[in-house]
């Protein structure tokens, strides 16, 4: 779990406000809640995709994802409803 300091530098990563420490750039993000494909950067933070929309984010490390499909949605895409007690729409 992040304490309250690293969350806060995540967003500030995902804002802008701060270097990433890596930025994929030219790659296909496949948005899995809707299907939709479009071109993006993505961006991460201490080993957390914070964002898929980095173009122009200023980052440690730039690499060319050549056009290849990233889906960082199947990361959190489900939930076991069984043991969060929440429903899906929650």
Known sequence: MNTVDEQ???????LGR??????IYNVQVVNVYTGEI?????GV??????TADAKGLAAEQIFDGAAR???????DSHVH???????PAN
Do not use: C, H, N, Q
Not at 18 to 23: P, V
Not at 81 to 87: E, F, G, K, M, P
């Open 38 to 42: 479009e071109t993006g950067a993505i």
């Open 69 to 75: 499909y990233a889906v960082p949605g199947f990361i």
């Open 8 to 14: 806060k530098s995540l967003i500030r990563a995902a």
């Open 18 to 23: 701060e270097r990433l420490d890596l930025l």
């Open 81 to 87: 409803i069984d043991s969060t007690l929440l429903t």
């Open 45 to 50: 933070k201490s080993g957390r995709i914070v």
